[in-house]
Nanobody, 120 residues
């Protein structure tokens, strides 16, 4: 059974940092491009960041460039999202996703999500 389990979300003040983790089981993340998506209340789910299978290539939404960093540890079967300089508009449920390739829009597997709330 494939599982992507996110952790690390929580409540943080504006300007603060959080590090999200996505631990995979039942699949080898090295076989997938991995992404983080987010969905805020009343909004559509949006792609935040993607990293290629071996971590050479990354891509970010304009809204998070320079603040968020996606990384992966294939040996640990885990993907991370380091979020710095957080803003209230970053508040959302963050989802980990496994995709067949860096340029594909298709998602093979989704995690269950972790809540990030940025508020003073």
């Amino acid at each position: 059974q494939v599982q992507l389990v996110e952790s690390g979300g929580g409540l943080v003040q504006p300007g603060g940092s959080l590090r999200l983790s996505c631990a995979a089981s039942g699949l080898a993340v090295t076989n997938y491009a991995m992404s983080w998506y987010r969905q805020a209340p009343g909004k559509e789910r949006e792609l935040v960041a993607t990293i290629s299978r071996v971590g050479i290539s990354t891509n970010y939404a304009d809204s998070v460039k320079g603040r968020f960093t996606i990384s992966r540890d294939n040996a640990q079967n885990t993907v991370y999202l380091q979020m710095n300089s957080l803003k209230p508009e970053d508040t959302a449920v963050y989802y980990c996703a496994a995709r067949p390739s860096f340029y594909s829009n298709y998602v093979n597997f989704w995690g269950q999500g972790t809540q990030v709330t940025v508020s003073s």
